[in-house]
């Protein structure tokens, strides 16, 4: 069983739809979970950390986290053509390691 | 914003030969890191580097592999005999720590190309 799964789309959605990208995984010993954004020929940059069970905004991107179900998901209200990029989940132990998801790509149409 | 940045974007090199792949991290940080990322696949962790030393390292960093802090700015991955296999994209992060609130900023990567 792979560490961590995530949903291998591609998405393509219109703009202004909500995004809705989810990851899940069989280490429970992960403490730490990110999700990046990479553009094409780009590294990946950093969009949402959170530790703890529950829910994190930040303005049009919200992060949710169930450990208990060993799930994370990703949404994007209002999306824009500016979102469409892989979307890549992330998770740490308490190490340096950091464990990805295969990414999933999204493309928002104008 | 303070950015990692990876020096050069793209490096073809002769399978068997050096090369070194360049990072210079995020200058408050502490912590330095390289994955790397096979066309189609997963970002995969190489290794970790904290004051000057390894603090992990995963199966793939095998004894071809070494990094090295040669002064206050740069961080540097060797390949010592290069491999077809060795053909990836590599990126560079950097973190003020690990562990809660730190995350792991990256730069926008290396694409090795053995021939």
């Known amino acids: 069983q792979k560490e961590v799964e995530q949903d291998p789309g591609p998405l393509s959605v219109p703009e202004g739809a909500i995004v809705s990208l989810n990851c899940t995984y069989s280490?429970?010993?992960?403490?730490?979970f990110m999700w990046y954004r990479q553009y094409s020929r780009k590294g990946p940059e950093l969009l949402m950390y959170?530790?703890?069970?529950g829910n994190k905004e930040d303005g049009r991107f919200t992060a949710q986290v169930d450990k208990s179900s060993k799930y994370i998901s990703l949404f994007i209200r209002d999306s824009q053509p500016s979102d469409s990029a892989t979307y890549l989940c992330?998770?740490?132990?308490?190490?340096?390691?950091?464990?990805f998801g295969a990414g999933t790509t999204v493309t928002v149409r104008a | 914003e303070p950015e990692v940045t990876q020096t050069p974007s793209h490096q073809v090199t002769q399978m068997g030969q050096e090369v070194i792949l360049r990072c210079v991290p995020i200058?408050?940080?502490?912590?330095f890191y390289w994955y790397r990322q096979i066309l189609g696949q997963k970002v995969e962790f190489l290794v970790s580097?904290?004051?000057?030393?390894?603090s992990e390292k995963s199966e793939i960093f095998d004894d071809q592999f070494s990094v090295e802090r040669p002064d206050g700015s740069n961080f540097t991955l060797k390949i010592r005999s290069t491999k077809l296999e060795d053909s990836a994209m590599y990126f560079c992060?950097?973190?003020?720590?690990w562990g809660i609130g730190q995350p792991q900023h990256f730069g926008d990567g290396t694409r090795l190309s053995i021939l």
């Open positions: 992060a950097s973190s003020e720590a």
């Open positions: 200058s408050n940080h502490l912590y």
């Open positions: 580097f904290y004051n000057n030393e390894i």
């Open positions: 280490n429970s010993a992960f403490q730490y």
């Open positions: 959170t530790y703890s069970s």
């Open positions: 992330a998770m740490l132990e308490q190490d340096y390691k950091l464990s």
